[in-house]
């Protein structure tokens, strides 16, 4: 069953972690020096939080899936919109091994689909996909390749 993810910037983790943990009633799964993350069940959500954001609040939302047929199936769906996606492939971010797709909804909000396939040590790469936003969107970039850089990410 494939996890609704969210992932918010925030100005101080401890502070944060305190507040998610008494909202959720549950300490995160994963705790690093910049990035917790709570799997819960009762929402099915995967809930990170990260001071690595340069703007405060939702960073991107995206969709987990739990095996390669779950993650065929919502890139299907990604294609099906008609959307420009980034295809990141095989990657580290968040502390985990995954593979990913990006891609922005019509108002420029970053959704990303991915598969996790392992734990990492490091927090790892950031991809910059402002330029998948909406042509014409307020702020949005023109259209380049995308490259990572450092941002927030998963």
């Not at 939702?58 to 420009?84: C, S, T, W």
């Not at 950031?126 to 023109?142: I, N, R």
Request: charged share 25%.
């Amino acid at each position: 069953m494939k996890r609704l993810h969210i992932n918010l910037a925030v100005g101080d983790l401890d502070q944060s972690v305190r507040f998610y943990s008494a909202l959720f009633a549950a300490e995160p799964a994963v705790i690093k020096h910049d990035y917790a993350k709570w799997m819960l069940e009762d929402p099915r959500v995967n809930f990170a939080i990260t001071t690595r954001g340069e703007r405060k609040g939702i960073d991107h939302l995206g969709i987990q899936a739990e095996n390669p047929d779950e993650l065929r199936d919502v890139y299907g769906r990604l294609k099906n919109a008609g959307r420009p996606l980034l295809e990141q492939g095989e990657t580290t971010c968040c502390y985990a091994r995954s593979e990913k797709t990006w891609v922005h909804d019509p108002d420029g909000v970053a959704w990303e689909t991915f598969l996790t396939t392992g734990e990492s040590p490091v927090y790892g790469e950031d991809v910059d996909t402002a330029s998948l936003a909406a042509p014409g969107a307020c702020c949005s970039p023109s259209p380049a390749a995308a490259k990572p850089v450092p941002s927030a990410c998963c």
